[in-house]
């Protein structure tokens, strides 16, 4: 891949907040919870080639481009990271959005797929990952048909590969289950703060 240069003057340093998981598993809510209460963070958009919904928007929920243009921008190494879904989504992030947030001096937070995140783990030293899991695939299956934004099809391609990423959780630094909204984003607010404290520290001269 490319190389890229950031500002290292962020309340974080080099540190980069990875949350991933499966879907349905809540990762997103989780996030939303963190970034109302840490305004020094701030989320990575991710470009994607999936249809854009009816109350998205460009640039806020994804940056939503073609199949042809995510080929020429993997080909010239503008991605940190990009996976290829089994329902012929491709989805990334660009580096120049981890630019973007590092040159406000704030703290870029990632959305992930394991394997995007498991890949940013291995090349970024100041990655901190975090799963977030359903309490039970039972659960995670109630909740990917509960919110219904999928064919019948995909929710079963989904699924199968949601058993494959669960099995990857002792992977990442931290599991978080989902179970309780406030309880789990407490958590999630509380290894972030404990991350950036320990990174605060090794930056004190």
């Known amino acids: 891949m490319g190389s890229s240069t950031v500002r290292n003057d962020s309340p974080g340093g080099d540190l980069v907040i990875v949350v991933t998981g499966t879907s349905g598993a809540g990762k997103g809510t989780l996030e939303r ?23 998205e928007q460009d640039g806020r929920e994804y940056w939503f ?3 042809d243009r995510f080929a020429e921008l993997a080909e010239e190494g503008e991605f940190l990271e990009h996976v290829d879904f089994p329902w ?22 990632l959305d992930l797929e394991p394997e995007g995140a498991l890949h940013v ?24 048909r509960e919110r219904a934004t999928e064919s019948s099809g995909e929710i079963q391609e989904r699924l199968s590969l949601a058993r494959r990423q669960r099995e990857q959780r002792t ?15 407490g958590e999630l607010l ?6 950036l404290e320990a990174v605060g520290t090794m930056r004190d001269p």
């Open 33 to 55: 919870e963190l970034l109302g209460g840490m305004p020094e963070v701030e989320i990575a958009v991710s470009a994607t080639t999936r249809e854009r919904r009816p109350a």
């Open 65 to 67: 481009i073609t199949h």
């Open 171 to 185: 992977e990442f630094d931290y599991v978080i289950v989902n179970d309780d909204l406030e309880r789990a984003a």
């Open 121 to 144: 783990q291995k090349s970024i030293p100041g990655a901190m990952t975090v799963f977030v899991d359903a309490p039970t695939f039972d659960e995670l299956e109630r909740r990917l």
């Open 190 to 195: 509380t290894i972030v703060r404990r991350e």
């Open 88 to 109: 012929g989504q491709r989805s990334g992030t660009l580096r120049s959005e981890i630019e973007r947030i590092k040159a406000k001096g704030r703290i870029p937070l």
